[in-house]
């Protein structure tokens, strides 16, 4: 395997510090997804807040630190790349150097990460190889990012906009055609702009939405998993557990034992 997760941690804290004066052996990856963090590295201060990105190479010292008072929650991956196996591939790698990126694909990779932090905890069978893919899927779509450029202000506009009207109908069909009619475009170009800034399809946009709902019901509700298919607009309660399973890798019940006892 030409890409080795040492460990992958979420943390969620407003007291988080940690100090590398000889750096770490492995290469650090982290996403930011609330709140704000500093770190020092090299003498230089990055600030990291929510949808921002921070690549550290094996043995570059640092420090970071919570902000007082301001709570944050990130992931942060460590893994060992064997030399010159992925330096033609990743030129984030072969660069080695400290980089920060604000991500335009920040509900993708945010599920990346998500997804990886859960195998790693539970570890079923096969858990390192996926986070080894899904660290490579991250670092591949960071290097396009920067490959093709920020897309433009008005993609982005555009992008918010569709998402906002996805935020508010995605327990119905939501067609290409209703969101171009949203920013004033053609279908086409609707489709075209939001898989071109978010990386994912509308459809796909829509289906982890619906899963990110599902996952808060199964825990916090005493829904059935039926009644949270119907709820979710899934009229199959076989496609949706083939859906949820495909974005979680899990099935729905793997939830329930989480759910939490109604107060009497």
Not at 145 to 173: F, V
Request: hydrophobic content about 35%.
């Amino acid at each position: 395997m030409m890409l080795l997760i040492q460990s992958v941690r979420q943390d969620t804290s407003v007291q988080w510090f940690e100090e590398f004066d000889e750096g770490m052996p492995t290469w650090v990856l982290v996403m930011v997804n609330y709140g704000k963090c500093l770190f020092w590295i090299r003498q230089e201060k990055i600030l990291l807040e929510k949808g921002d990105l921070l690549l550290i190479p094996r043995q570059t010292s640092f420090y970071g630190k919570s902000i007082p008072s301001v709570t944050h929650e990130k992931y942060m991956v460590s893994f060992k790349v064997e030399e010159g196996s992925l330096m033609h591939m990743l030129p984030l790698l072969a660069e080695f150097q400290v980089c920060k990126w604000r991500t335009v694909k920040y509900e993708l990779l945010l599920q990346r990460f998500r997804t990886m932090h859960e195998e790693w905890s539970e570890r079923p069978a096969f858990a390192e190889a996926m986070c080894s893919a899904l660290t490579m899927e991250v670092l591949a779509h960071w290097n396009r990012e920067m490959s093709e450029g920020q897309p433009s202000t008005t993609k982005e506009r555009h992008t918010e906009q569709m998402k906002a009207y996805i935020q508010n109908h995605y327990r119905e069909k939501v067609t290409k055609e209703e969101l171009g009619e949203v920013i004033g475009k053609s279908p086409n170009y609707a489709a075209s702009v939001f898989s071109d800034v978010t990386g994912q399809t509308i459809g796909g946009f829509v289906h982890a939405l619906r899963v990110k709902t599902a996952i808060y019901l199964l825990i916090h509700s005493q829904r059935t998993v039926g009644d949270i298919s119907d709820y979710l607009g899934y009229c199959d309660p076989s496609y949706f557990h083939r859906i949820f399973k495909r974005e979680t890798g899990q099935p729905p019940a793997a939830y329930v034992k989480y759910r939490e006892e109604p107060s009497l």
